[in-house]
């Protein structure tokens, strides 16, 4: 069974930081692309970043909005997946989510603000 379990989310002022966490659990994490997504209060879904799988050389992608204020890395050995995020903005509010081959995970509610 495919599990991914976000955590690190909380309340956060303009300009801090937070580092999220996804634990994966039920499928070949090392092979697979992992996706950040998150979904503001009142808007649809929006494409985070991502980082690619397998044993080449590791190719991150981020949206526009967090390019320069976000890094995702993973780490195989630990099936882990991070999104350090820093000079967070209020418009960062949102729950994130963890996505990989189709799966969510419940998500973790990031807040920013003053």
């Known amino acids: 069974e495919v599990q991914l379990v976000e955590s690190g989310g909380g309340l956060v002022q303009p300009g801090g930081s937070l580092r999220l966490s996804c634990a994966a659990s039920?499928?070949?994490?090392?092979?697979?692309?992992m996706s950040w997504v998150r979904q503001a209060p009142g808007k649809g879904l929006e494409w985070v970043s991502d980082?690619?799988?397998?044993?080449?050389?590791?190719?991150?992608s981020y949206a526009d909005s967090v390019k320069g204020r976000f890094t995702i890395s993973r780490d195989n050995a630990k099936n882990m997946v991070y999104l350090q995020m820093n000079n967070l903005k209020p418009e960062d509010t949102a729950v994130y989510y963890c996505?990989?081959?189709?799966?969510w995970g419940q998500g973790t509610q990031v807040t920013v603000s003053s």
């Open positions: 039920g499928f070949t994490f090392g092979t697979s692309a």
């Open positions: 996505n990989a081959l189709g799966y």
């Open positions: 980082i690619s799988g397998g044993d080449a050389v590791t190719v991150t």
